[in-house]
């Protein structure tokens, strides 16, 4: 079984232009959750789908965050424009549907460098 | 306002001594603990998790240990070998939350042979 992929594995771009990074999910997950980890630091909840729903965005850090999970297969974040203190590991995970405290599955993340 | 706190940003032991790596939470609303367990390049990998009902959880050579009234836990791992090198992030939830995990900044563990 293939576990939650994520792409591009690093990008690097400049102060103010638009990166979009994608993630598919385990097969048959409902939940599907984003995540970043900035300098080291504690790793932070971004958001939370559950299919196509957003059900709890209240880590988005502002607007120029846009995350989508069209068809409730895959999600996108975007980052338009990107700000130097964007820089970080965004994670992606998914579980099943349940009741809560099912166990994530993270993808390997991206490497977003903001120059 | 950081809920999971992880003091130690690193820990030597040596191979086949026991590892412990400790985390302290400030939010009494949590009520479910994890560790994860991170190698360079790769995602977080779950480890394991403890209720707040239970005061351990053993799982092979790991151990969670969860005490509530100083709200701290820790993950004793017995014995320790070279492959239990990397970063672990210890991480809460409180019910009704959706799986929204509190993580703290975690501990690298070297574990030398």
């Known amino acids: 079984e293939a576990g939650v992929t994520q792409f591009p594995s690093h990008s690097v771009i400049e102060k103010g232009q638009t990166v979009t990074l994608r993630c598919d999910p385990i097969?048959?997950?409902?939940?599907l959750y984003w995540y970043r980890r900035v300098m080291g630091k504690e790793i932070k909840f971004l958001l939370h789908?559950?299919?196509?729903?957003?059900?709890?965005e209240s880590g988005m850090p502002n607007n120029r965050f846009l995350a989508e999970r069209t068809g409730g297969t895959y999600s996108t974040l975007k980052v338009q424009p990107a700000e130097l203190e964007d820089s970080g590991v965004y994670f992606c995970?998914?579980?099943?549907?349940?009741?809560?405290?099912?166990?994530?599955?993270f993808g390997s993340g991206t490497q977003l460098s903001v120059l | 306002d950081q809920q999971v706190k992880q003091n130690s940003p690193s820990l030597s032991v040596q191979e086949g001594r026991i590892s412990i790596l400790n985390c302290d939470y400030t939010?009494?609303?949590?009520?479910?603990f994890l560790w994860y367990k991170k190698y360079p390049a790769e995602g977080p990998t779950f480890l394991i998790s403890?209720?707040?009902i239970k005061d351990k959880n053993e799982d092979g050579r790991f151990t969670v240990f969860l005490n509530k009234s100083a709200k701290h836990l820790s993950l004793h791992i017995v014995p320790s070998q070279p492959g239990d090198s990397a970063v672990y992030f210890c991480?809460?939830?409180?019910w009704g939350n959706g799986n929204k995990l509190v993580f703290g900044a975690g501990t690298i563990l070297r574990v030398k042979s």
């Open positions: 939010n009494s609303m949590f009520d479910y």
């Open positions: 991480a809460a939830s409180a």
């Open positions: 097969s048959g997950h409902d939940n």
């Open positions: 403890i209720s707040s």
């Open positions: 789908f559950v299919k196509e729903s957003k059900q709890d």
């Open positions: 995970a998914s579980s099943q549907a349940g009741t809560g405290n099912e166990k994530l599955f």
